[in-house]
Structures are given as C-alpha cells and as structure tokens.
C-alpha cells in the first residue's frame, strides 16, 4: 500500500501515459497522474517550478482544462509543454483549448493522435478559472466530496445503488476495491459487526475525496492498484471494478479484481461484486469461489455473491 507523502519538485515531468513512438518524454521525467500510486501531484508543484511537461490529455473536458492550466501554471517562463490526446477523446479541443490560455500552439497529427507544443505565454489567460472548475467540490445533492476526472464524480453511479441495495448486514474484516467516493464503504459500515475495512482506490484524488465521505475510524485507506494489493484474510469483499482503464476498455480489469478478490478472501469468506451484465465474469467468478450465486439482474447489471 502507497502512503500520501510530500511531493518532490521536478524540473521535468509526464502526466499520464502519452504515446512514447509519437512524444519525447525527458528523461529523468517525475510522474504526475494521480492514476500511478506514489506520483507527486501536479496541483501540489510550486509556480514555475518545471521546464519540461510532457501529458497525456484526460478525455473529460472539465478535467482536462483543469491538467492543463495547473501545466501551464507549473511552467516556468519558457518552458515547453506537450500534449497529446486521441482525436475522439479531446484531440478535436486541444488546440482550441490551449489557444484560450493565450498559447502559440505548433501541432501534428499521426496515429489519429493529436500531438501540440507550446511555450508558457508569459501572461496566461483563464488559468484560474479552469483550475476552480476542475478543482474538489462538495456536492450538496448527494452529500459527497468529489472531484471531476473520478469515475461517476457528481452523481451515484447506478450499479453501485444497486449494490447498496442488495448487501447483507457483513461483518468482521473486509475491503472495497475500486473504492471510489467510498459509496460501497459508508453502506457496508452501517453494519456494527464490522471490524475493519479497507478502501482500495488508484486514483488518488478518488482517495482524498472517500477520506473526507468515510469518516468512520474502522476506515482505512489505500492508494493502490487492487491487483497488487496484499490483503489477506478478509472476510468479505465489496467491489464495483472499473471496466476502463485511462479511457480505454479493458474487461480483464473486472476479472483481476475477481482474481484478487480470491486471494485476499479466507476461507468462506464471500464477495458482493455488481457488474454490467454484458461483462463475461462469470467464469472467472467459478474459477475463483467454492460458489457463485446472481443475486440480482436488473436494469442493466447484475449483482453475484460468491464464496470460496
């Protein structure tokens, strides 16, 4: 598990994955994706405290003005920034967008990538502005700290509702993997026969968030990749697991986490896991419990209970 530690301040960094046979990334480059346990945090360098930042541009727009106006404030005068995004997933924006904060933009396009280079203008526009929109937000209709760029930021997602729905009363030592905002995690701990749950999340900003909606102190938290998190003897899992990875769909990340699942549960230990119902899990669900029961189908998703 990754504790929260102070961040270094770079001269270089990368954000993300850009594509690296289309980007040069300087070496020596400091990760900053809140997405890689353990990176330094983009919003937390000082002003003009980097010369090179290469990032791979979030697909959200709210998300993406908020990464690249914290770029440019990081910037220091000169300094060289390159984007990069998908045509279908910000590219079509990218030029306009940074032209807005006053950028000279030089692009290129291969790959159906869209790849611009700009210099830090030496007075930005709208910085601030595109910062306070993509900054964490309290959101007064569902009572929960968020932030855009987490998965479902500003609303409960419907198979976690669903899932709500359906737990049982669980207790003693479990996790929630793919933790989120920690909607899962405040449900399951509604149970006083609850001892200790543990929130995994990989996105650090979805980490900060549950911190401040999961005030339980039977509440611990984990910025970590559910795969590779060393959990042992649960007796129980909860999990939502994400099908998207960066933008792009993975369905081997719902059967890990399946896989992981098996091997952090004891034995008779069970898993309450929700799941589009067009996602194939039902095999690696049998390859990994003693049972497996669908305790719910409705409305797109389905709800499995499985015991080793």
């Known amino acids: 598990m990754t504790e929260l530690a102070p961040n270094p301040s770079p001269r270089s960094a990368v954000y993300g994955a850009p594509p690296l046979d289309l980007v040069d ?53 000169g300094g060289t920034l390159t984007v990069s995004a998908a045509k279908d997933k910000g590219g079509q924006r990218l030029r306009a967008e940074l032209e807005a904060f006053g950028c000279d933009v030089a692009e290129r396009f291969k790959a159906r990538q869209r ?9 930005p526009q709208g910085l601030a502005e595109a910062i306070a929109a993509g900054a964490p937000v309290t959101l007064e209709d569902i009572g929960l700290r968020s932030q855009p760029g987490i998965f479902s930021w500003n609303r409960v997602d419907p198979g976690s509702a669903l899932l709500v729905r359906h737990l049982p009363e669980l207790a003693g030592r479990g996790a929630d993997l793919g933790a989120g905002l920690g909607i899962l995690s405040i ?25 401040a909606n999961v005030t339980d102190p039977r509440a611990k938290f984990a910025w970590s990749d559910a795969r590779e998190t060393p ?12 099908f998207h990875a960066e933008g792009i769909e993975d369905r081997g990340l719902g059967k890990a986490f399946i896989a992981a699942a098996g091997r952090m549960l004891r034995r008779s230990g069970t898993l309450y896991l929700v799941a589009n119902r067009h996602m194939p899990y039902e095999e690696g669900l ?18 499995f209970e499985a015991r080793k």
């Open 25 to 77: 990334v300087p070496d020596g480059a400091v990760q900053l994706s809140p997405l890689r346990p353990g990176a330094a945090a983009l919003e937390s360098l000082p002003d003009g405290s980097i010369d090179d930042l290469v990032i791979a541009a979030p697909a959200g727009s709210i998300e993406r003005r908020f990464v690249l106006a914290h770029g440019l404030r990081a910037l220091s005068a």
């Open 115 to 123: 790849i611009c280079s700009v210099q830090r203008p030496e007075a």
């Open 286 to 303: 049998r390859a990994a419990f003693r049972s497996v029961t669908t305790v719910a189908d409705e409305a797109g998703y389905k709800i």
């Open 187 to 211: 449900a399951v701990l509604k149970s006083a026969a609850v001892t200790e749950l543990t929130l995994v999340e990989i996105d650090r900003r979805a980490v900060e968030a549950a911190g």
């Open 231 to 242: 959990l042992t003897e649960l007796d129980f899992v909860v999990s939502n697991p994400p």
